[in-house]
């Protein structure tokens, strides 16, 4: 098993009937590409969104690398288990007040998701590719990606960068779903693959 297939069996052990849809395929998704183009134009071709028990990507499954589809999923699959566990309050707090002047529940969903991000960039490229994927996040929460979640670039580091020193530290790893998510990246059954700590 390599990592995608890891990952997977991680996910269908807590999200059975998760079904994985390429947007093109997805009415809905077009009618919410449509809505968000003067936002987000790149909605449909650039992010993955996840709804409930599917997760919709921006590309054919077989178009991924497998370890980064593999990344993908963790990430959204964070999302998943915050939906399961908070149901109305996560889909009704994200998307509220998406305006450039506030700093937004969506953002705490976010940060959570994307300790999933830094945890696998600091393992494959350590400090600089960690620095580098948090200086994608900064401009990404400040911005108009997720409707500028989190109101200025300064913000938004200081907001972040207490997470990179939990995945430093290695605190994140040990808590989950940090901890599962990061087994099932490391774990060497019949690969080679290898983390850093």
């Known amino acids: 098993m390599d990592r995608l ?49 599917t997760v919709y990507i921006p590309r054919p499954m077989e178009e991924f690398p497998r370890d980064h589809l593999a990344r993908v999923l963790a990430h959204e699959f964070v999302h998943q288990l915050d939906m399961m566990e908070h149901g109305a309050w996560f889909y009704g707090s994200y998307l509220v007040a998406p305006l450039p002047v506030v700093r937004t529940q969506r953002a705490i969903w976010e940060r959570r998701a994307y300790g999933v991000d830094l945890l696998l960039a600091y393992d494959l490229g350590g400090e600089p590719e960690l620095q580098r994927y948090l200086q994608y996040l900064i401009e990404t929460f400040s911005g108009p990606s997720y409707a500028w979640m989190w109101a200025g670039t300064e913000s938004a580091r200081q907001f972040l960068e207490p997470l990179c020193e939990e995945v430093r530290s290695g605190e994140l790893q040990k808590g989950e779903p940090y901890a599962s998510i990061y087994r099932a990246w490391c774990e060497p059954k019949g690969g080679d693959e290898t983390c850093s700590t």
Do not use: N, Q
Request: proline fraction near 6%.
């Open 5 to 53: 297939d890891r990952m997977l069996a991680l996910i269908r052990a807590r999200v059975p009937e998760l079904k994985i849809v390429h947007k093109a395929d997805s009415r809905l998704m077009g009618i919410i590409a449509i809505a968000l183009w003067p936002i987000t134009p790149d909605f449909s071709t650039r992010f993955t969104t996840v709804l409930g028990k």
